[in-house]
């Protein structure tokens, strides 16, 4: 096996021909891994360092200039490490084992006062049945000037109240119940008449979906917020683009092929199956984590340790293995949701509804953090098309 080869910051940013600050981000996405060097300084892999040159000059050759990669805002709301997502200090995983995704919104929206606190929960309008829960929330929002009269204000001091307002609003939207000044997933287990191992479950779950720094429907919000949008505006904006998908619909993709496994003998037939066919293995593979997702690894950790004996939680083990074996990929935050639906034969959208749930507090602190700067939100695009003669 041969040795390592390490460089150090400069070389490392001269050779991908980007500043230091693109580098650590790249290392903060997993992209590129580091090690102690001497002194203070850190050292960087080579291999990860010319993989990633490689695949971005391949990129130009064939004139893509895909949306990912270089940072393009400053945010104090959340950064990505290899240890999974980081709330303004506080290690996503750490909150997850004893935090409420209320007190997670009080750290993300830098809250002095509790938001949650004296907050009427307030109904949203009658809606037409046979919505699906996304839809429904996506009315409610759009009525939610028929409930707040002060709905268009962008005073600081209301915006954190309207959050916990719209936050309870919406939850309760998406479980197509009354709001309830209950923690949140105290409401979600008991509209699914979960067990308590099960809201235990979600309660983690919500927290390490609450935010993932600038993922698609977070960029959408703040785009919408950097217009100076209304905060129940922006939250559609966000929920317009997890409604994809490939965003927050990706729980019921693993949901579905999951479905099909009721037994251990089922696992390599179905997933030889989808790999035959060509196939993608939703619930598996992230990217922005090149290894493992941490959420996931926490939230089936969890699973195991509560659920020991279980048939389906005993069969995880061969189901990740085999996934690696034949797509070389570990599971994500995604089948992490399915897993826990499918554990505790919870409704069929039950780990959409709980992503949704956790991320509309992200929206809203990207919301919040992006009213209080100055600039609109303007890239500009890279023109490939015909020119006047």
Not at 107 to 116: C, I
Not at 216 to 223: G, H, Y
């Amino acid at each position: 096996m041969s040795t390592p080869i390490f460089l150090s910051a400069r070389e490392a940013a001269a050779e991908l021909g980007v500043q230091p600050a693109t580098l650590y981000a790249y290392v903060s996405r997993g992209l590129i891994s580091s090690v102690a060097g001497p002194g203070k300084k850190r050292r960087y892999d080579a291999a990860d360092v010319r993989r990633l040159k490689g695949r971005k000059a391949a990129e130009d050759h064939a004139g893509s200039r895909p949306l990912t990669g270089d940072p393009v805002l400053e945010t104090e709301l959340t950064l990505i490490a290899e240890n999974g997502p980081v709330y303004r200090g506080r290690l996503a995983r750490d909150l997850a084992e004893t935090s409420t995704l209320e007190t997670v919104a009080t750290l993300l929206w830098d809250s002095d006062k509790d938001p949650f606190a004296d907050n009427v929960p307030l109904s949203p309008p009658a809606l037409p049945s046979g919505l699906a829960a996304l839809d429904r929330l996506m009315m409610a929002l759009a009525a939610w000037p028929l409930q707040d009269r002060a709905a268009f204000t962008l005073a600081p001091r209301l915006l954190q109240i309207k959050g916990a307002a719209l936050l309870r609003y919406g939850v309760a939207a998406l479980l197509d119940q009354e709001p309830v000044a209950i923690p949140i997933h105290t409401q979600i287990a008991n509209a699914y008449g979960a067990s308590a191992a099960a809201k235990n479950l979600i309660r983690s779950a919500l927290v390490l979906c609450a935010d993932h720094e600038l993922n698609t429907s977070a960029f959408a919000a703040r785009c919408a917020a950097s217009t100076r949008a209304p905060l129940h505006a922006a939250l559609l904006s966000g929920l317009g683009a997890f409604a994809g998908p490939r965003h927050g619909v990706a729980p019921d993709r693993a949901t579905a092929w999951l479905s099909q496994i009721k037994s251990e003998t089922d696992i390599e037939i179905v997933l030889s199956d989808r790999l035959g066919r060509g196939e993608a293995l939703p619930g598996f593979g992230h990217s922005i984590y090149q290894g493992r997702d941490p959420r996931a690894d926490c939230l089936i950790d969890m699973l195991q340790r509560t659920e020991n004996g279980h048939p389906f939680v005993d069969r995880l083990p061969a189901l990740m293995a085999a996934a690696n074996d034949l797509f070389d990929l570990p599971p994500n935050v995604d089948f992490a949701l399915a897993a826990i639906q499918r554990t505790y034969d919870l409704p069929k959208d039950a780990g959409k509804v709980i992503f949704c749930a956790g991320r509309m507090t992200g929206w809203i602190a990207h919301a919040l953090e992006q009213y209080a700067a100055h600039e609109k939100i303007r890239p500009r695009a890279a023109y490939v098309g015909e020119r006047p003669g």
